[in-house]
């Protein structure tokens, strides 16, 4: 349990801190190369990970990236920006032991369950049902943190003083 006391909290901050660069890669490469045609950047990444371009998936991204154009665009980039902005700062203040990190990823992470839960009842696979349990562990394990005595002491080594 020393382990998960010492590093969990950081482990969940890099977890998260990952997950907003890298949207913030996506969205900045979108907008420099691709924003002006969609549907060039739908048949870039079919292609370049080998997806069949008849799958569910693939195919519904190509039909998607013909209809969603300008204002649409422009709004699902800053929702992404956003997003990237609220994973960078909750990694920040969880790394550096702050209230409102924990704060806010038990609200950034909590509140995708629901929406996690339905997709699941929608159509199950295994890949929904580890991204739902991952969640639901990283948000039990805040509020754990969160609700204990001085929740924002680093954990402290013991020493010796025989």
């Not at 990444?45 to 190509?62: A, D, I, S």
């Not at 159509?123 to 991204?131: A, G």
């Amino acid at each position: 349990m020393k382990i998960l006391d010492r590093y969990g909290v950081k482990a969940i901050a890099l977890f998260e801190g990952t997950k907003g660069v890298l949207m913030l890669a996506f969205v900045s490469v979108f907008i420099l190369f691709f924003h002006a045609n969609a549907h060039a950047l739908a048949e870039v990444l079919v292609t370049q990970f080998h997806l069949n371009p008849k799958g569910y998936y693939p195919r519904t991204l190509l039909m998607l990236s013909d209809t969603v154009t300008g204002t649409k665009l422009m709004v699902i980039c800053a929702c992404a920006f956003l997003y990237s902005l609220i994973k960078t700062s909750e990694a920040y203040g969880l790394w550096r032991h702050r209230n409102w990190g924990r704060t806010l990823g038990i609200a950034s992470i909590g509140v995708l369950i629901p929406y996690e839960l339905y997709e699941l009842v929608l159509q199950y696979t295994h890949t929904k049902l580890v991204v739902l349990l991952i969640n639901i562990a990283i948000v039990w394990y805040l509020y754990r943190r969160f609700h204990r005595a001085n929740p924002l002491a680093p954990p402290q080594a013991t020493h010796y003083n025989g």
